[in-house]
T-cell receptor, first 117, second 114 residues
Framework: AQKITQTQPGMFVQEKEAVTLDCTYD???????LFWYKQPSSGEMIFLIY??????QNATEGRYSLNFQKARKSANLVISASQLGDSAMYFC??????????????FGKGTTLSVSS | NAGVTQTPKFRVLKTGQSMTLLCAQD?????MYWYRQDPGMGLRLIHY???????AKGEVPDGYNVSRLKKQNFLLGLESAAPSQTSVYFC?????????????FGEGSRLTVL
């Protein structure tokens, strides 16, 4: 069954340090997408980055990069030079194609990142 | 530019009451989703729709019904609310996640069932 696993309930990092948030997935699809979203304490969901399963290069968006290792089925988010404003909940998500039902997007349980000065 | 709008934002229900959450999007998106968010559980997919007139069950569909009569609207109904349905509900829409289309989320609706 399709599943997203985020094993780190909480992570702590100091400002300006890099941090990696882990995400592993399980799917039988050949074509799928992987996403990361950020949810600050205010509650809104903010899209960060996307990686397609056939993309050969790791996706990058500013300070965010996605370390995609297909054989290991992992899609870790790397945040370089952490800032106080990065403190939030981070969710990994995966597209899941269901025959005759279209494509759903399922989420992991999230990792809370706390950045200190 | 409204994006995705959910109404109501807050609601308190008694066990057994019914209610409908409305989601409206103005981006002409084909896909729409309803998720619930509970502490420690992340976002769990309730139902989704890949186009007008279509719906499909997600991970936790029991106790909920949905309808997509118009492309821009996706309704989530609770026929007989239970305390276990106390949660924050998020609606989202997209062009299509399989093509890398990001989800656009509403602000969430906090539902409490007493």
């Amino acid at each position: 069954a399709q599943k997203i696993t985020q094993t780190q309930p909480g992570m702590f990092v100091q400002e300006k340090e890099a941090v990696t948030l882990d995400c592993t997935y399980d799917t039988s699809d050949q074509s799928y997408g992987l996403f990361w979203y950020k949810q600050p304490s205010s509650g809104e969901m903010i899209f960060l980055i996307y990686q397609g399963s056939y993309d050969e290069q790791n996706a990058t968006e500013g300070r965010y990069s996605l370390n995609f290792q297909k054989a290991r089925k992992s899609a870790n988010l790397v945040i370089s030079a952490s800032q106080l404003g990065d403190s939030a909940m981070y969710f990994c998500a995966m597209s899941h194609f269901r025959y005759q039902a279209g494509t759903a997007l399922i989420f992991g349980k999230g990792t809370t990142l706390s950045v200190s000065s | 530019n409204a994006g995705v709008t959910q109404t109501p934002k807050f609601r308190v229900l008694k066990t057994g009451q019914s209610m409908t959450l409305l989601c409206a999007q103005d981006m002409n998106h084909e896909y729409m989703y309803w998720y619930r968010q509970d502490p420690g559980m992340g976002l769990r997919l309730i139902h989704y729709s890949v186009g007008e007139g279509t719906t499909a069950k997600g991970e936790v569909p029991d106790g909920y019904n949905v309808s997509r009569l118009k492309k821009q609207n996706f309704l989530l109904g609770l026929e007989s609310a239970a305390p276990s349905q106390t949660s924050v509900y998020f609606c989202a829409s997209s062009y299509g996640p399989r093509e890398g289309g990001e989800l656009f989320f509403g602000e969430g609706s906090r539902l409490t069932v007493l």
